[in-house]
C-alpha cells in the first residue's frame, strides 16, 4: 500500500490512438488487473507487439508462466528479468503518455509514465522492450540496450 491506497484492487484499462499519422487502426491498449501491467500495440483489434510494464505486487522467484498451476495471464514477471530500480506506480492514466512514431517503415509507440521513456513496442516485434527489465525475457525486452 502507498498513501492508504490499495493498488491491487484498482484497476485500469484505456486506449492511446495514434494521433502523429492520423491513422485510427492503431492503437496503444494499457491494461492494469491489480497485479500487474502491459501494454499493447494494436492495429484494427489485432495485437502487433506487447510489453510487461511493471509488477504493482512481490515479483515471484519463479516465472508464473513455467508453472504446472500457472495462474491465467497477463503474467508477473519474475525476480529474474526485472531490476530493482526504484517505480512509482502511476495513479491514473493522465502519468501516462504514448508517443508515436515511424521506424524504418514500421509503426513505433514510445510510452512515457511521469515524463520519463519506459517502454517501446514497434510494429512486427512480437515483445517490446521496457527500463524495468534488466535483462531480455519473454515478457519484456532490455531498453537500455537501445538508448546506448
Known sequence: MVEGIDRRNMIME?????????????MVCVDFNGRTAYAYLCKDRRVLSEVWLYNAVAAPEEPEWGERMSPVPPYLNSREFISEDEFIIPESKEK??????HLNGAVQAL????DELHA???AGERVGCCRLAKKN???ARK???LLA
Request: charged fraction near 10%.
Open 14 to 26: 484505456f486506449a492511446f490512438a495514434d494521433n502523429f499519422t492520423c491513422n485510427p487502426a492503431y
Open 96 to 101: 501516462i503518455e504514448v508517443c508515436w512514431f
Open 111 to 114: 510510452i512515457y509514465i511521469y
Open 120 to 122: 517501446t513496442m514497434l
Open 137 to 139: 525475457g519473454p515478457l
Open 143 to 145: 531498453l537500455a540496450e
